[in-house]
């Protein structure tokens, strides 16, 4: 049991003023191999005293408790220090502070052999530990988030039914990262008044945002992605920088589209909330790779500089985009998605972005204030709610059901709005499906395989399908899949099924939707029911 609270002295001052950086350099004029081996293998000098790095070594496991975090890296955590997971490698890991160390207290640079042979027996120490959850900005205890301030002191915000505090020092160990910033003070008396000014929103829209950001703070439940669309001129950027930095601040709040999947493994672990600016297109593997994110699943690819071994990618994450075009959208993605319309600006109502970002900044105290209050309100009657029927992202439906309680807002029914508009439009982006709805609406059924369905179809029927067109019995079976989900919104039945008959046959069958409760493509809302939480309402 790590115990992270005790004061243990700093062993740095005294034990780095005995050591001889260069003890196990050899002198210029003499060969490398002449240097004396100790019996471990290196672990003496000249003289037979420790060399570098196995002082090293004694003084790091002196100060610091190496281990295994859930995501498979070695971390260490000082034990007179705050709660924060260092990574043994990197600028802002155990390697720096050991060799800054080093140099403030005998005035010199420690090899960079020596650091690594350091790195590599604390690293071999970590697998043999039992792995130790670690956080990223957000974590639950029990009933209560713990939320990292990302300050110096380590502070913290604990929030629960009962209402939040400021603590110093927590039995959650975060990690950081160079795109990790600091929140400011939260004042328990603030408002949205500011907030909701910087925004140009429907009110509608306005309380769907600040759903998704008090659900942004949940950590271990699925987030949609939430995608600012607008015209040019409606400040999407601006306001998704808004968006994200109350929630996880950081200095780069925005980054572009990543370019694979290795380049997406870096954007998503540097920062809880990840905002990624100007998509214009999403292919195929990143779509797949943000519905994993969304909903926490893991991907897997093959290590760096190895033939066989695997990284496993896990990643539950609150995305933001901006200039997304609907219609780029697969349907799978489409049923994780938050659409929110920005409105243009009229000019004489345009401001600076100096003065928009300053009015900002001194309201964000307020704002985060009032952000956490009614965080612990929805905390309070959230284990009382029940929805009669849930969407794809139930976790998230059902918490807006309960800021609905609280507030007396309908964001649980616009939300649910939300998915027939964007069928339409991932349909139109879609010619698959376009062609699909097009035969339907003409009064034609199908029923038969999948290789009688291209046929059916006829995208092109005088030249080559157009692109992106299924060209294999395969491909147009996941394509259908792909948008049953928006061809149900608009009245479309799918149907997957095998012949009774010895064949077995694999068919599918599409027609007008009729039938009870939703498959006439108007499901019926859900009904909300709710039970007393057991507790007081928190002031």
């Given at each position: 049991?790590?115990?992270?609270g005790?004061?243990?002295?700093d062993?740095?001052?005294?034990?780095?003023?005995?050591?001889?950086?260069?003890?196990?350099?050899?002198?210029?004029?003499?060969?490398?191999?002449?240097?004396?081996?100790?019996?471990?293998?290196?672990?003496?000098?000249?003289?037979?005293?420790?060399?570098?790095?196995?002082?090293?070594?004694?003084?790091?496991?002196?100060?610091?408790d190496?281990?295994?975090?859930?995501?498979?890296?070695?971390?260490?955590v000082?034990?007179?220090?705050?709660?924060?997971?260092?990574?043994?490698?990197?600028?802002?890991g155990l390697?720096?502070?050991?060799?800054?160390?080093?140099?403030?207290?005998?005035?010199?640079?420690?090899?960079a052999?020596?650091?690594?042979?350091?790195?590599n027996?604390?690293?071999g120490?970590?697998?043999?530990?039992?792995r130790?959850?670690?956080?990223?900005?957000?974590?639950?205890?029990?009933?209560?988030?713990?939320?990292?301030?990302g300050?110096?002191?380590?502070?913290?915000?604990?929030?629960?039914?009962?209402?939040?505090?400021?603590?110093r020092?927590?039995?959650?160990?975060?990690?950081?990262?160079?795109?990790?910033?600091?929140?400011?003070?939260?004042d328990?008396?603030?408002?949205l008044d500011a907030?909701?000014?910087?925004?140009?929103?429907?009110e509608?829209n306005?309380?769907?945002?600040?759903?998704?950001?008090?659900?942004?703070?949940?950590?271990?439940?699925?987030?949609?992605?939430?995608?600012?669309?607008?015209?040019?001129?409606?400040?999407?950027?601006?306001?998704?920088?808004?968006?994200?930095?109350?929630?996880?601040?950081?200095?780069?709040?925005?980054?572009?589209?990543?370019?694979?999947?290795?380049?997406w493994?870096?954007?998503?672990?540097g920062?809880?909330?990840?905002?990624?600016d100007?998509?214009?297109?999403?292919?195929?593997?990143?779509s797949?790779?943000?519905?994993?994110?969304?909903t926490?699943?893991?991907?897997?690819?093959?290590?760096?500089?190895?033939?066989?071994?695997?990284?496993?990618?896990?990643?539950?994450?609150?995305?933001?985009?901006?200039?997304?075009e609907?219609?780029?959208?697969?349907?799978?993605?489409?049923?994780r998605?938050?659409?929110?319309?920005l409105?243009?600006?009229?000019?004489?109502?345009?401001?600076?972005?100096?003065?928009?970002?300053l009015?900002?900044?001194?309201?964000?105290?307020?704002?985060?204030?009032?952000?956490?209050?009614?965080?612990?309100?929805?905390?309070?009657v959230?284990?009382?709610?029940?929805?009669?029927?849930?969407?794809?992202?139930?976790?998230?439906a059902?918490?807006?059901?309960a800021?609905?309680?609280?507030?007396?807002w309908?964001?649980?029914?616009?939300?649910?709005?939300?998915f027939?508009?964007?069928?339409?439009?991932?349909i139109?982006?879609?010619?698959?499906?376009?062609?699909?709805?097009a035969?339907?609406?003409?009064?034609?059924?199908?029923?038969?395989?999948a290789?009688?369905?291209?046929?059916?179809?006829?995208?092109?029927?005088?030249?080559?399908?157009?692109?992106?067109?299924?060209?294999?019995?395969?491909?147009a079976t996941g394509?259908?899949?792909?948008?049953?989900?928006?061809?149900?919104?608009?009245?479309?039945h799918?149907?997957h099924?095998?012949?009774?008959?010895?064949?077995?046959?694999?068919?599918?069958?599409i027609?007008?939707?009729?039938?009870p409760?939703?498959?006439?493509?108007?499901?019926?809302?859900?009904s909300?029911?709710?039970?007393?939480?057991?507790?007081g309402?928190?002031?």
């Amino acid at each position: 049991m790590i115990d992270y609270g005790r004061d243990y002295p700093d062993p740095f001052a005294a034990e780095l003023a005995t050591i001889d950086p260069y003890a196990d350099v050899p002198p210029p004029d003499e060969p490398m191999d002449g240097r004396e081996v100790g019996a471990d293998g290196g672990g003496a000098d000249r003289d037979g005293k420790p060399s570098m790095a196995t002082r090293l070594v004694e003084l790091a496991q002196a100060r610091y408790d190496v281990f295994l975090g859930q995501d498979g890296e070695p971390y260490a955590v000082d034990r007179a220090g705050v709660s924060l997971a260092l990574p043994l490698r990197g600028r802002t890991g155990l390697r720096q502070r050991l060799a800054r160390a080093m140099f403030a207290t005998i005035g010199r640079v420690p090899p960079a052999a020596a650091l690594t042979d350091c790195v590599n027996v604390l690293e071999g120490t970590a697998l043999e530990r039992d792995r130790v959850p670690v956080a990223l900005r957000v974590a639950r205890r029990a009933d209560r988030l713990v939320i990292d301030m990302g300050t110096a002191d380590g502070r913290v915000i604990e929030c629960g039914p009962h209402g939040w505090r400021v603590v110093r020092g927590s039995d959650v160990l975060f990690r950081r990262t160079a795109l990790t910033g600091a929140m400011p003070d939260p004042d328990p008396a603030g408002t949205l008044d500011a907030f909701r000014s910087g925004l140009n929103v429907s009110e509608e829209n306005f309380r769907l945002i600040v759903g998704w950001m008090l659900h942004a703070f949940m950590p271990d439940e699925p987030h949609p992605v939430l995608g600012l669309v607008g015209e040019q001129g409606t400040a999407k950027t601006t306001a998704a920088k808004q968006v994200a930095c109350l929630v996880d601040p950081s200095p780069a709040p925005t980054r572009t589209a990543p370019k694979d999947l290795s380049d997406w493994a870096v954007t998503a672990a540097g920062s809880w909330v990840v905002t990624l600016d100007n998509i214009s297109t999403i292919p195929p593997w990143f779509s797949d790779a943000l519905c994993k994110a969304v909903t926490g699943d893991a991907m897997t690819k093959r290590a760096l500089y190895t033939d066989g071994d695997l990284s496993v990618l896990a990643f539950l994450r609150p995305v933001i985009m901006t200039t997304i075009e609907a219609g780029a959208l697969r349907g799978d993605l489409a049923e994780r998605m938050l659409p929110i319309e920005l409105e243009r600006i009229p000019p004489d109502q345009r401001r600076t972005e100096k003065s928009v970002r300053l009015a900002y900044e001194d309201a964000m105290p307020q704002t985060l204030g009032a952000l956490l209050n009614l965080l612990c309100d929805v905390l309070a009657v959230l284990p009382g709610v029940h929805l009669s029927r849930l969407p794809r992202m139930a976790d998230f439906a059902r918490f807006l059901a309960a800021l609905d309680q609280v507030t007396g807002w309908t964001t649980h029914q616009d939300y649910e709005d939300t998915f027939e508009d964007l069928a339409d439009t991932v349909i139109d982006g879609d010619p698959f499906a376009a062609q699909i709805r097009a035969n339907i609406e003409r009064g034609l059924t199908f029923d038969g395989t999948a290789a009688a369905l291209l046929g059916w179809l006829h995208p092109n029927p005088e030249g080559t399908p157009s692109r992106g067109w299924p060209k294999t019995p395969r491909g147009a079976t996941g394509a259908l899949k792909r948008s049953t989900p928006a061809l149900l919104k608009v009245g479309i039945h799918v149907e997957h099924y095998r012949t009774s008959d010895h064949k077995r046959e694999r068919r599918v069958r599409i027609r007008r939707a009729d039938g009870p409760d939703g498959v006439d493509g108007s499901p019926r809302r859900p009904s909300v029911h709710t039970q007393s939480p057991g507790w007081g309402h928190p002031g």
